[in-house]
């Protein structure tokens, strides 16, 4: 079923402005799953392929974006400005890292290369402030 009018614009919709809304006030980075399992008690009939077609409209909308750090799901982030993240390697949180995005890197490889670079992705990955304890313990005799 089209949902769409006839002039191209997307019919109103409270499962997508729902989901937004999750994403914006999530301090997590988390998968679809996620965000079906806090909306199916509001909406009790909705389905994954309902999350999954309104996540991909907020991501050709340009409000939301994929993380795809080559695991087997997908995260999103509701923050679309350019940033880094932390990966923690321990239990897989990702975190905003609140440091300036440097666009004089790709000023650097354009001026040291044949290239032209549009933006960079760069992720950090160790072991997140509740994971470090952990690791410490493993690591001791």
């Known amino acids: 079923m089209d949902k769409s009018y ?21 301090g997590i980075h988390p998968t679809a799953q996620w965000v079906y399992d806090q909306m199916v ?9 309902n999350v999954y077609r309104n ?6 909308q340009g409000l939301i974006k994929k993380i795809d750090f080559g695991s087997t799901f997908d995260r999103l982030d509701a923050n679309t400005s350019r940033h880094y993240h932390f990966v923690c ?6 975190t905003d890292l609140q440091i300036p995005y440097d666009p004089s890197l790709d000023q650097r490889v354009n001026a040291n290369t044949h290239f032209a ?20 313990k493993e690591k001791d005799p």
Do not use: W
């Open 55 to 60: 996540i991909n409209i907020l991501l050709k």
């Open 6 to 26: 006839s002039n191209g614009k997307l019919r109103p919709s409270k499962q997508r402005d729902r989901i937004l809304e999750l994403l914006r006030h999530t």
């Open 41 to 49: 008690k509001e909406f009790p009939h909705l389905s994954m392929g």
């Open 117 to 136: 670079v549009n933006r960079h992705k760069i992720q950090f990955y160790g072991h997140c402030e509740k994971c470090v304890p952990n690791t410490k």
């Open 89 to 94: 390697e321990t239990c897989s949180a990702i």
